[in-house]
């Protein structure tokens, strides 16, 4: 375990940074420009991967294990929202035959 640690803290906390940065960013990008539901859910855990890269990143280089917990709470939310994301979109597509965002406007009235 330990040479884990000393492989992360040899890289500079920099690039993990900006690593995740860049992800968080491609996910938004993706929630906010794509139409279909399965991409915008990949998105959501893009984004949600991207943070748990920095507290894990955070987390070894603090030397304190308090930030890898949170990782695995963030993962238990991200199954969650997974399974009811998809069990909406499979709503969705067995009323419409299209998993298409823009439908979710018809489905009101």
């Not at 539901?37 to 920095?54: F, H, Q, R």
Request: charge should be neutral; proline fraction near 1%; include cysteine.
């Amino acid at each position: 375990m330990g040479e884990v640690n000393t492989f992360i803290q040899a890289v500079p906390l920099e690039y993990f940074i900006i690593l995740s940065s860049v992800l968080f960013c491609l996910g938004v990008m993706g929630v906010l420009i794509r139409k279909n539901a399965i991409i915008i859910l990949g998105c959501v855990e893009l984004m949600l991967n991207s943070v748990n890269l920095l507290l894990a990143a955070f987390s070894s280089y603090k030397g304190d294990g308090n930030g890898q917990i949170l990782v695995f709470f963030i993962m238990v939310v991200a199954a969650a929202e997974v399974a009811v994301g998809l069990a909406i979109i499979a709503m969705l597509y067995r009323n419409t035959k299209s998993v298409d965002i823009s439908i979710f406007n018809k489905l009101r009235g």
